[in-house]
């Protein structure tokens, strides 16, 4: 990597040290009520609205995160009247995921205020650049699922 290469990878790196940081802190501003869990655990209502029931094992899968984490945040959506667990017709000994229609409402809710929070934040970019960053961002996130994936080290600590 040229010199030029290198020093733009480390800006980058301390763009998206940044960028992580602000996240956490514009969590609050999405204002979407108390919905009566964390917010991680609100996070797991997009998968199951997208992709339907899920096992836990396959939502954690799909957070990259661990089971009993998972397992943990599925409890407070349940609780909150978010989430109901039900049989799994593929096995009945286990149970999957399914999103309430108060879920599906919290969920719709926290897409919107992303949405807005999104866009007044990029009220002052031209479209073309907004397209070409969403473009850029999507091609980064690939590359970097594809680099896990072929990463012993990290397919080893997920299946352990």
Avoid: H, Y
């Amino acid at each position: 990597m040229q010199q030029n290469g290198e020093e733009a990878v480390s800006r980058l790196a301390d763009e998206l040290q940044r960028f992580f940081r602000l996240g956490a802190r514009a969590k609050s501003m999405l204002n979407a009520g108390d919905l009566g869990a964390e917010f991680s655990a609100l996070m797991l209502l997009f998968p199951l609205c997208q992709m339907g029931p899920l096992r836990v094992t396959d939502l954690a899968e799909v957070k990259g995160a661990d089971p009993s984490t998972i397992s943990r945040q599925a409890a407070q959506l349940v609780k909150a009247g978010l989430a109901r667990r039900e049989a799994d017709p593929a096995d009945g000994r286990a149970s999957r995921l399914t999103v309430t229609d108060a879920g599906l409402t919290a969920c719709q809710r926290l897409q919107e205020a992303r949405l807005v929070l999104i866009s007044e934040t990029l009220s002052d970019w031209p479209a073309e650049r907004v397209g070409a960053f969403a473009g850029l961002f999507e091609e980064f996130n690939s590359s970097v699922e594809a680099r896990l994936r072929s990463d012993p080290a990290v397919s080893a600590r997920e299946s352990a």
